[in-house]
């Protein structure tokens, strides 16, 4: 039998038990708190972290509005002081300027971004970096569009002059094919020639009275219309695949020939026809097509490649040419009961053909558009130059005509909106001015002959010019100037 151990080794181990379960409670209680402790610990760490980059982020928006402001403030002063390019701001004397290439606030590095849209729109961006803990680069990003709204910057002119406009400086290039469209920005112009080589034609005209033909290439298919934004020229076509070509204009002084660097295939087949621009969107209307849509916007936010936000279909006819007002649309049409297309943009994944657009009296086409305000004017090919009122802008109502006698292929508008410059084929009137200070009473102001029919016109309000393209084999560029 097993041997019995005595009273004081049973007492030994007893004591040995109660200590290693002592032992095991105070370790058991020591991970409970540590997990209690923990759990109270990281939220308000992670507590901290959040306040601490929500602040941040609270701070950088500050700095960006603040360069907002400042980019109002430097326009309010003299637009023209809002340089295109990468700049940083300084204040001195309570007025902002210009300096370096960027400017720093305790962590934030701000840069302001100026982008020419027009010659009297910019595009400024206000961008906020920073580096939060754990070294995480952070960007916010502020965008907004500065007009020239000062009329009195512009360069004072005498309107009269305007009565007896006369012929500048004309340039000949290859080939016998016409000037087609021509735009302005800047110290360029820009014009597109149909189904010629070269097609696409860059000009400088910081000396109106000299103009120098800086470049000229080939585009892909035959070309139909031009609008410009920004550094990008944006051309319509009729290739199947490229309806809308992207021009890089951003240095059209470089050697390098401006290339095309993106392109948008819109479906179907229908040539591109009318082209609007503004800041990243693009809106594109083309021939009718009986099966895909006829409108589109383009988001052109990277130029290398154009996204479709939204289209419409505009029923029966070509559409011409586009114009854009505030949320709508306007699209002159070849539909004899719809000259005038009205689209709802102001959601532009979902834009909407308002079908109620005004029936104009006859059949004749509508060929160009242009507006203001609640001004619009359609030119059309029998030669009337129709005024309607969007005051209502769902609903264009007839206001008045002017009768230019011969097909209205182009509208310009200038000297504040007083005065439309019209490009017509009217032998010995090809080239008319007409006076729309009282659009309900627009009259002929002047008038100038050309050899050939004009189909482009674009006004330069600062060199109080206008640049033609005409069908003239040896003039496809003019300059037209008050007396």
């Known amino acids: 039998m097993k041997p019995t151990s005595s009273p004081s080794a049973q007492k030994a181990r007893s004591i040995r038990k109660v200590e290693g379960l002592i032992f095991l409670e105070v370790l058991l209680g020591i991970v409970i708190f540590g997990i209690v402790i923990t759990a109270f610990i990281d939220p308000i760490s992670f507590g901290k972290k959040s306040i601490s980059a929500s602040g941040m982020k609270t701070r950088a928006t500050l700095i960006a509005e603040e360069g907002t402001e400042a980019l109002r403030n430097i326009r309010d002063e003299n637009f023209f002081n809002l340089e295109d390019g990468t700049h940083g701001l300084t204040i001195n004397a309570g007025s902002w300027s210009f300096a370096g290439v960027s400017d720093i606030t305790d962590i934030f590095t701000r840069e302001i971004k100026v982008l020419p849209l027009s010659d009297d729109t910019k595009q400024v961006t206000s961008k906020v970096t920073w580096e939060e803990t754990h070294g995480n680069i952070k960007t916010l990003s502020l965008d907004t569009y500065l007009s020239n709204w000062r009329h009195d910057t512009f360069p004072p002119i005498d309107p009269d002059n305007w009565k007896v406009p006369k012929p500048g400086v004309s340039i000949d290039y290859d080939g016998v094919e016409d ?16 189904n010629a080589n070269p097609d696409f034609i860059i000009i400088n ?46 240095e059209p002084i470089d050697p390098v020939v401006p290339k095309v660097v993106g392109t948008f295939n819109a479906p179907g087949a229908a040539d591109g026809l009318g082209v609007f621009a503004f800041g990243p969107l693009v809106y594109l209307v083309r021939n009718q097509d009986g099966v895909e849509k006829e409108f589109f916007i383009i988001s052109v936010a990277d130029p290398t490649h154009p996204v479709e936000l939204g289209s419409a279909d505009l029923g029966n006819g070509a559409n011409s040419e586009v114009v854009v007002i505030g949320n709508y649309a306007y699209v002159s049409s070849y539909d004899d009961a719809n000259e005038v297309k009205v689209v709802d943009i102001s959601h532009p994944a979902a834009p909407v053909y308002l079908v109620n657009a005004i029936n104009l009296a006859g059949n004749n086409d509508g060929l160009t558009i242009a507006g203001f305000g609640d001004n619009l004017l359609l030119g059309r ?23 230019a006698q011969s097909s209205i292929e182009d509208i310009a508008l200038g000297n504040n909106n007083t005065f439309a410059f019209l490009a017509t084929s009217l032998n010995n009137n090809e080239f008319q001015v007409v006076d729309i200070t009282n659009p309900v009473n627009p009259f002929l102001f002047g008038i100038m002959n050309l050899p050939q029919g004009v189909s482009g016109v674009a006004y330069h309000p600062f060199k109080n010019r206008v640049f033609a393209a005409t069908n003239h084999a040896l003039r496809e560029f003019t300059v037209i100037k008050p007396i």
């Open 205 to 250: 005209v910081s000396n109106p009275d000299a103009p120098v033909g800086a470049h000229l290439s080939n585009l892909l298919g035959g070309v139909n219309n031009i609008a410009i934004s920004g550094n990008y020229v944006f051309v319509t076509s009729n290739l199947d695949n490229f309806e809308l070509q992207v021009i890089d204009i951003s």
């Open 179 to 194: 000037g087609w469209k021509i735009q302005t920005q800047g110290n360029y112009a820009y014009m597109v020639r149909r």
């Open 381 to 403: 090919a029998g030669g009337k130059l129709e005024i309607l009122d969007i005051s209502n802008p769902v609903l264009p109502v007839w206001k008045s005509a002017f009768n």
